[in-house]
């Protein structure tokens, strides 16, 4: 049944709760309950709260725990929520077939397709069952993950794609650019297959989408509701190979979690935390998957002289004098992405900022930290109070150039 707003409408799943009520009256104690109940089945596919959750009954193959989560799922979950009843398990070709979702190169839709599987090695899969069918992918190599927390698969998954798929924007796969991730533009290329363990499902779609968004820029995101709550605004300085391959620009605004920023080494730029006055910090990204994505340690990046003077300022204080990295040239760290240890948000106005002021000043800088203080000398270059004197001129050439109004706060106003 659907609604007129084309949602399908949610009902209670009354098998599933009854099947809890009895693992929860054979339990001896609560904790025994928590364990077997966290079953990603009985969570919310998109926020993953358990409790009060009601199934789609279009696919019924994946529950919400409330109608916004269920609207906010939607545009993802209807390009295989009514193909979902067409592969029930008992319209196999043979038993030893398995549902899969093939993400094709020219389609802008995903669809569910049966695969030829082996059960005798699921758990080993090097996807060469697959290797000789390229509408499967065709490729030799598996992308697996297990699920994250933010992830709602039900089994392991696997990607397969050809890794040998010429780099160019032709081949982008068109399905996986569709998946809600502009900005993202994720470089998968040629179809790629997502299969797991035994059919996969609904939710294990969801979980797939998540990864594409989130992988392997797994530390930013789009969206900070969708996935962990309080995330911070950071922005992501693209590698020049990434700018040329996929047309993105050399700044990108991105969100990151907090939790994401634990997980992953994040460095304080100390000259220039001191300089401007803001706990600036940088992180690289070395978790690009190699099939995909044209990045290798030493990719310029045409924005990261910044983090270069920081580090070069840094070597000559003897604050990181141990850091090989701070003598190499300018230009060579890849992707990276620029945050503020104080959670405050950095936008890509803010970035350009520090490197108009350090490539306009690059002279004094030289001279400064050849002083025997180089940091009292460039502190005379740069301090919070000159940054804001510079500011206004800065906006106002910035949108002449940019021939819009940017209303973004100063790095001091935010
Ligand atoms: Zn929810
Ligand atoms: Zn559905």
């Not at 924007?169 to 533009?185: C, E, S, T, Y």
Request: hydrophobic share 35%; net charge neutral; aromatic share 10%.
């Amino acid at each position: 049944m659907f609604e007129a707003d084309g949602l399908p409408t949610s009902t209670d799943n009354t098998s599933t709760s009854a099947s809890l009520q009895v693992l929860a009256s054979s339990a001896n104690n609560g904790s025994q309950i928590t364990v077997t109940t966290a079953n990603s089945q009985s969570n919310c596919v998109l926020c993953l709260k358990a409790g009060n959750v009601k199934a789609c009954t279009g696919c019924r193959s994946v529950k919400y725990c409330s109608r916004t989560c269920q609207k906010t799922d939607w545009p993802v979950h209807k390009l295989l929520c009514c193909s979902f009843k067409a592969f029930a398990t008992d319209k196999k070709p043979s038993p030893s077939h398995v549902r899969a979702i093939l993400f094709p190169r020219d389609s802008r839709t995903p669809c569910f397709v049966w695969v030829p599987a082996n059960p005798e090695n699921l758990d080993e899969r090097d996807g060469s069952e697959f290797a000789s069918d390229a509408s499967f992918g065709g490729g030799s190599e598996f992308q697996n993950f297990n699920g994250s927390p933010f992830c709602a698969a039900t089994q392991k998954l696997w990607f397969m794609f050809d890794i040998t798929y010429p780099k160019k924007k032709d081949n982008l796969n068109r399905a996986i650019l569709n998946l809600g991730a502009p900005g993202l533009g994720l470089p998968w290329l040629g179809p790629v297959l997502g299969c797991g363990t035994s059919d996969v499902d609904m939710r294990d779609f969801r979980a797939m989408v998540d990864f594409f968004v989130l992988h392997p820029h797994n530390k930013a995101i789009l969206d900070p509701h969708r996935y962990f709550g309080p995330a911070v605004h950071g922005v992501r300085l693209n590698s020049e190979s990434m700018v040329k391959a996929y047309d993105l620009p050399e700044l990108e605004g991105v969100y990151m979690t907090k939790s994401m920023i634990k997980k992953s080494s994040r460095m304080r730029l100390d000259a220039l935390s001191q300089l401007f006055e803001i706990p600036i910090a940088w992180h690289v990204t070395n978790d690009f998957p190699g099939a995909a994505d044209p990045y290798k340690d030493g990719d310029p990046n045409p924005m990261s002289y910044i983090v270069s003077v920081s580090r070069q300022i840094d070597a000559i204080q003897k604050i990181d004098p141990d850091d090989s990295r701070s003598t190499k040239a300018f230009g060579d760290y890849g992707t990276i992405f620029i945050t503020r240890l104080d959670d405050k948000p950095v936008y890509a106005l803010h970035v350009e900022l520090w490197h108009e002021l350090l490539q306009w000043k690059s002279g004094e800088i030289k001279k400064a930290c050849n002083t025997a203080n180089p940091i009292n000398a460039l502190a005379k270059i740069f301090n919070k109070k000159k940054t804001l004197e510079y500011w206004p001129g800065f906006l106002m050439r910035h949108r002449l150039v940019q021939g819009e109004l940017d209303e973004r706060p100063s790095p001091y106003e935010v």
